[in-house]
């Protein structure tokens, strides 16, 4: 349990930490207490607790602590030994207090009564639901096969489930952060380099000189220890390019800003990698040492001019020829940020695979201000037996598509739930962990019509968001604040352990997605996988194996470990790729192999028709999706969206700043009614809102009815063929005022 | 000993982080801020230029909060920071009609409550709560008496500016341009 | 082109999107300071005139109004203090720089000042009325030192009457209050209302002849006070520009023109114009206009200065 200390204590310890040192900087810089001045009175007859944890707000997992002041909750802070948060937590960090006082929280589990999607439920106790589940489970298991249940998951408790599901014989464990989100990101750099680029993405930007953002949207996107670094950088000076249809809070700290036409990104990639070829500012001695295909690139990029670019991105070639050289010059401390939310268009592995060349051009995977090579811990896994053979997956139901999906598809799963004449398999059971499927995939009318084709649905969630409306039984999951969690090894400069502990007793009767887990586990026979005693004891376990233990782990948060390898290619080192060629794929014999253009090609895509503009979305600083727009904490920094439209299209729409109207797509869908926030921010051909708002769940009394949701709007997918991601971006909108 | 800030508006990309860190540390109720973040957009698509800053009470050496109270709640603290002593104030407001920066608020207690620097970190040798969380080392906190320190010399070396300075307050937040 | 957004932060009510600190409270305090100061100034002066008995209701009747005005408007005050406990905290220190602090000092030495000057007539109004014998005695002693008190009134009484003008034009932070005029406007619009008063009240038709003609060139020095205000606000910075725009142009530039200037003194100043000249119109009239006039600038002009102000002055959004 936390240790209960004398304020002074707790002083001692804050100071400590805010001198500590941080890897590759000096950020924290001196502060000499003053002199003079006595003890506050404010804090001088209080008990302070504090509790290590590591966030749950994003999936960042930034390691903190958690103070109580006199037996209340007070405030979240980073922990300085932390390389994700550096001791600095991000505004959503911060305010993770809001997720634990929220009044709206799920508060025991439920179970429904009444026909699905009516949302009417009863309360009951948590032997009646697990009941309820396993038997079930039992039903479709005897009926389907055990496969036809899949899991859904976004969240540490997820892994407990992910066990649980795979236990009982089921591989089809999807995660909406691969086919709507990271996905062709991490198959077109294991394409290029034979690797991904993984979370805490391993960029270098802390030591960029030039650092080339394709939307990223840094600084609204709150990755933390991104943003910082970031920042730094362009502090000590780096140039930043970024191409945004938007001036992003990242364009207004760039030397360039690019305002491209949407959608036209892998032209203007090609015509880079067509000038830096052309002018030779490669990395010549990298790319003749490890990369395979430099002929072939040239080859295929020698009519991408920027000539040849400029009437599709409506950038100018001049300016694309002096943003190469920008490049060039600062080699290889360049970076083309290799983005994270890359589902955009259907062609974003190719997209990302652009991006990723020119990074193998100039030189900077394995090198110093370009990409490190991260490090991470490794445990002991706690004991359990092998897990049984699953003979069917997902795939089965797409025969010869999406032949590079590593992992499985969120949205695949869930077409694959509608049964249909020619498939087999078709999902009966779905358990959802910390995702909100109706607010997540796109084609929302598509994700009902496969949850009302099951047998089961369970929703672990902490709220009563839009997806629990839906299920059969409702977990409450107590807050990440309220439970432990397993061990965080987020790959790094170094690596880390990090531990989360309770700092206060489940509200309610919540309870932890690992004892949920175990308690359905008992019911399935299946306690064998689960066989710690007790949450603590499977930790210690943990622990132990890289010398330190839970009771350590306690007193400092975070444990840095010692790192097997540098962090940057060692000059000359001869370095094996995990690709066919063992080099760095320029040219990519897996996508030609495949039938696919194994140099990535500018497809054009369909433009908004007269009067209407392209829906373009991203994230706001203070909120993650829609998961704390109802944080009363977060909800006050910004309780709703805005559209962003360019003062151009208000006038001819006669839309006045702050006005509400409703958005309608292409195929009639209609949002919610949203304000307009008339700015020169964003171009004239599409519009801008922030994702996450616009909640339809009037049990999320804060949330409800308060902006719009982009999800609604986004009727219209285009798959990405290599590994099914699903593009959001092509879908156009028009303003209906009358409506409102 | 004079107590001040900067904010580097290069570093500064509006998180807001500054804001829910004071809500947190010094119990704000939900609804009210000692500080906010205020974008500055000028220029026309596409040459465009954008200022963010992070604003609070500017503990102006020449402070009408100071001089408009009737009470004396409002009163400089040493090292320059002004502060309002609750059991003194009225709730007559009239320090909040004096402030150009509109800084102050009506606590729903009643008394009168703005930015104090942290007053009570920085007795005990640490930063405002604002500025140990920012997570891009957007700002600084410290005594511009002493020659030596960070803000000190920040101020000497970057251009820099305050808000409204031809009010005639004295504000000891400065923006780094 | 500028786009200046609050993007967090700052949705504190009673600051955003305007100030609003202060409601109806504080113009109904400064309207009936204002008054008072008026109705005081009148009686001390037509007193140390000799005019007592020509000016009977002016001099000796106003004045036992006083008590119940300055009660009225405390009272409006302390209803706006959000803090009311501690509201005794006003007196126990002089602040002589804060407007509000010697505003309650001035009605800590008014108040018993009016008390005393109200009772020293009881024996010349109601003549015959019997009082307790120790309220006698007072009177009796107070008598003598009515020339005394008359002088202190009238200073106590411009200072009051200044006052309420310039607890406004003290706050530099709110451009539209900002400026040196709003204390002799305000103080010739509370003499102007302390005409009104008498013009209203009193039955002696000489007395209201008088007072009409001193309210009209009150009125036209008021309006002369109204043109110089706005002309300097034009001839200011951006901001004092901005603030002007208000009323020409602006939200209150209905309500002020046509409240304020037109019905509340320009009216009433043809009105006694066209009574002078022997026209049979009632006299009540002009006189209700001039007071709700006068209550209305006050309203408006402390709604109108929380609106105006130096940051943000090409908000766009929240
Ligand atoms: N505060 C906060 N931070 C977060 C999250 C959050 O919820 N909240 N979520 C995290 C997660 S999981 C992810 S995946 C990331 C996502 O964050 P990013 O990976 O940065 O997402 P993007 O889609 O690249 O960024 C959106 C930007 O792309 C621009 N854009 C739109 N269309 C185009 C186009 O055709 N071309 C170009 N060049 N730009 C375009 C938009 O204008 C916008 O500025 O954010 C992470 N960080
Ligand atoms: N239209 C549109 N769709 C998108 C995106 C977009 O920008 N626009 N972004 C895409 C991207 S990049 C991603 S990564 C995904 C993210 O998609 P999700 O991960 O689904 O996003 P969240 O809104 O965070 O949903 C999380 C759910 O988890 C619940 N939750 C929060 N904390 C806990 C917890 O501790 N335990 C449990 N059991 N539940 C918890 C929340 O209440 C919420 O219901 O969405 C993708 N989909
Ligand atoms: S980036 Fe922010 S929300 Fe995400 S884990 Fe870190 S502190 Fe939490
Ligand atoms: S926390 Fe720092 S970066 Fe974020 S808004 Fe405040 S000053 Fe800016
Ligand atoms: S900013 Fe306002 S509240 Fe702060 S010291 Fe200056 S005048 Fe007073
Ligand atoms: S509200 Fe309080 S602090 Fe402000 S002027 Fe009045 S008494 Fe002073
Ligand atoms: S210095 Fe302290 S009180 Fe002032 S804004 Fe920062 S955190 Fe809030
Ligand atoms: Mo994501």
């Not at chain 1, 079930?136 to 407990?160: N, Q, R, V």
């Not at chain 2, 020449?62 to 009163?75: F, G």
């Not at chain 3, 005139?49 to 005050?77: H, N």
């Not at chain 3, 109004?125 to 307790?132: C, S």
Request: charged content about 20%; proline content about 6%.
């Amino acid at each position: 349990m936390p240790e209960n200390m004398r304020r002074r204590e707790f002083i001692k310890i804050l100071g400590a930490g805010m001198g500590g040192a941080l890897v590759g900087t000096s950020f924290l810089k001196g502060f000499t207490p003053p002199e003079g001045l006595n003890a506050s009175e404010l804090l001088k007859n209080s008990t302070i607790k504090k509790t290590a944890t590591y966030c749950e707000i994003c999936f960042w997992k930034c390691a903190g602590w958690v103070y109580e002041k006199d037996g209340q909750p007070w405030k979240i802070v980073g922990n300085p030994d932390d390389p994700s948060s550096n001791g600095r937590f991000c505004p959503r960090g911060t305010g993770g207090l809001g997720a634990y006082t929220d009044p709206d929280r799920l508060k025991t589990p439920l179970i429904r009564t009444e026909e699905r999607g009516k949302q009417v439920f009863r309360e009951a106790t948590w032997d009646e639901a697990f009941d309820y589940i396993a038997d079930k489970m039992k039903m479709i298991s005897e009926k389907w096969g055990p496969e036809c249940i899949a899991l859904f998951t976004h969240g540490s408790g997820g892994d407990y489930f992910k066990n649980l599901l795979k236990a009982y014989g089921s591989n089809n464990i999807a995660a909406p952060s691969y086919a709507q989100c990271r996905g062709p990101r991490e198959e077109a750099y294991v394409l290029t380099f034979g690797e991904g680029v993984d979370s805490p993405e391993r960029t270098d930007l802390l030591n960029s000189k030039c650092i080339v953002l394709i939307g990223s949207h840094i600084g609204e996107n709150m990755h933390n220890g991104q943003v910082q670094e970031f920042s730094e950088a362009v502090a000590n000076g780096a140039s930043v390019i970024t191409v945004d249809p938007r001036f992003s809070t990242a364009a207004s700290k760039s030397k360039y800003w690019l305002p491209i036409k949407p959608a036209t990104d892998t032209a203007l990639l090609l015509a880079w990698i067509h000038v830096i070829i052309e002018e030779e500012l490669y990395d010549k001695e990298y790319v003749e040492k490890y990369t395979y295909g430099f002929d072939l690139l040239k080859e295929s990029v020698s009519q991408n001019t920027p000539e040849w670019a400029y009437p599709i991105t409506t950038i100018k070639p001049h300016i694309i020829r002096e943003t190469a050289r920008e490049m060039g010059k600062h080699v290889p401390a360049t970076i083309i940020h290799p983005g994270r939310h890359v589902t955009w268009y259907g062609d974003d592995t190719q997209r990302v695979r652009a991006g990723a060349i020119l990074n193998a051009l100039l030189g900077s995977w394995g090198r110093r201000g370009g990409f490190f090579v991260p490090a991470k811990a490794h445990l002991a896994k706690y004991p359990m037996p092998k897990f049984p053979d699953s003979h069917k997956d997902w795939r089965q139901a797409y025969p010869g598509k999406y032949p590079l999906a590593s992992l499985a598809l969120a949205s695949g799963i869930c077409d694959a739930t509608i049964p249909t004449p020619e498939r087999d398999c078709s999902f009966k059971g779905w358990f959802v962990y910390g995702t909100n499927l109706i607010q997540t995939l796109p084609q929302p009318e598509k994700t009902i019509e496969a949850i009302q084709a099951l047998e089961l649905l369970v929703v672990i969630d902490i709220l009563p968001s839009e997806i629990t409306g839906w299920a059969d039984v409702i977990l409450p999951e107590c807050t990440y604040l309220e439970r432990y969690d397993d061990v965080r090894v987020s790959p790094a400069r170094i690596p880390t352990v990090a531990l989360r502990a309770p700092a206060f007793e489940p509200q309610f009767n919540t309870k932890p997605a690992s004892w949920m887990a175990k308690e359905l586990s008992k019911r399935l026979g299946l306690e064998q996988y689960f066989a710690w005693e007790t949450f603590e004891e499977y930790l210690d376990y943990q622990f132990k194996s890289v010398g330190t233990s839970l009771e350590e782990m306690k007193q400092i948060g975070v444990k840095k470990l010692e790192s097997d390898h540098p962090i940057y290619f060692l000059n000359g080192e001869d370095y094996e790729f995990s690709t066919p060629t063992g080099k760095i794929e320029l040219y990519s014999t897996t996508l030609a192999e495949h039938g696919f253009d194994p140099v990535p090609k500018y497809t054009a895509h369909p433009e908004p028709p007269e009067g209407f503009y392209r829906l373009l979305y991203g994230r706001a600083p203070m909120h993650t999706f829609g998961r704390t727009t109802n944080n009363p904490l977060l909800a006050d920094l910004m309780d709703e969206n805005e559209v962003w439209v360019n003062p151009k299209v208000a006038n001819k729409w006669g839309l006045h700043h702050q006005q509400y109207v409703i958005l309608e797509n292409q195929d009639g869908k209609r949002s919610n009614k949203i304000r307009v926030k008339v700015t020169e921010r964003i171009r004239h051909d599409a519009v801008y809102m922030v994702h996450g708002f616009g909640h339809t769940q009037s049990k999320m009394r804060r949330s409800y009815m308060k902006g719009a949701d982009d999800t609604q709007l986004i009727s219209r997918v285009d798959l990405d063929p290599i590994m099914g991601g699903t593009g959001m971006r092509g879908n156009f909108v028009t303003f209906k005022t009358e409506a409102v | 000993m004079r107590y001040a800030m900067a904010i580097d508006t290069r570093r500064c990309v509006g998180c807001s982080d500054c804001v829910v860190a004071c809500q947190t540390e010094n119990k704000v109720p939900v609804g009210y801020c000692r500080d906010w973040i205020v974008e500055e957009m000028s220029g026309k698509y596409p040459l465009l230029s954008l200022e963010i800053r992070s604003e609070r009470c500017n503990h102006c050496a020449d402070a009408p909060c100071v001089r408009s109270c009737p009470t004396s709640a409002s009163h400089y603290e040493d090292g320059g920071i002004v502060m309002v002593t609750h059991e003194e104030c009225i709730g007559c407001k009239a320090c909040i009609a004096s402030c150009p920066y509109d800084a102050r608020f009506v606590h729903p207690e009643g008394y009168v409550d703005k930015c104090t620097f942290c007053l009570h970190r920085v007795k005990d040798g640490l930063k405002p709560a604002c500025v140990s969380v920012c997570p891009t080392h957007a700002m600084i906190f410290g005594d511009l008496d002493d020659a030596n320190s960070e803000i000190s010399k920040i101020l000497q070396s970057r251009t820099h500016k305050s808000l409204i300075p031809e009010a005639g307050t004295k504000p000891h937040v400065f923006y780094l341009l | 082109m500028k786009e200046i957004t609050i993007t967090s932060g700052r949705m504190n009510p009673g600051i955003d999107p305007v100030l609003h600190a202060w409601g109806w409270e504080i113009p109904v305090y400064l309207f009936l300071g204002g008054l008072a100061a008026g109705i005081l100034i009148f009686s001390a002066v037509y007193f140390l005139r000799g005019k007592a008995d020509e000016y009977k209701f002016a001099v000796k009747i106003a004045p036992f109004s006083i008590p119940v005005l300055l009660t009225i408007g405390l009272l409006a005050l302390f209803l706006d203090l959000t803090h009311k406990l501690y509201f005794w905290r006003l007196y126990t220190t002089i602040r002589w720089e804060s407007p509000m602090s010697w505003g309650a000092w001035t009605l800590m030495l008014i108040f018993p000042l009016s008390v005393f000057w109200a009772a020293s007539f009881v024996p010349d109004v109601r003549p015959g009325l019997k009082l307790p014998a120790l309220a006698e005695k007072a009177i009796n002693l107070l008598i003598p030192f009515r020339k005394a008190m008359a002088w202190a009134l009238i200073v106590i009484s411009v200072i009051l009457g200044m006052y309420t003008g310039i607890l406004l034009s003290a706050f530099n932070a709110r451009p539209f209050w900002n400026t040196s005029i709003l204390g002799p406007l305000f103080l010739v619009s509370g003499l102007s209302t302390g005409a009104a008063f008498t013009i209203l009240l009193s039955k002696n038709e000489q007395e209201r002849k008088a007072f009409s003609r001193i309210d009209m060139a009150l009125i036209v020095i008021e309006l002369f006070l109204i043109i110089h205000l706005f002309m300097g606000f034009l001839a200011g910075t951006e901001v004092h520009i901005q603030a002007a725009q208000l009323f020409l142009g602006g939200p209150y530039t209905a309500v002020f023109w046509t409240f304020v200037v037109t019905l509340g003194l320009v009216v009433p100043l043809l009105v006694e114009a066209l009574e002078m000249n022997g026209y049979h119109l009632p006299a009540q009239l002009p006189a209700a206009l001039v007071l709700t006039g006068g209550l209305i600038l006050r309203f408006i002009v402390v709604d109108a200065g929380q609106s105006s102000r130096w940051l943000y002055k090409f908000m766009t959004h929240f």
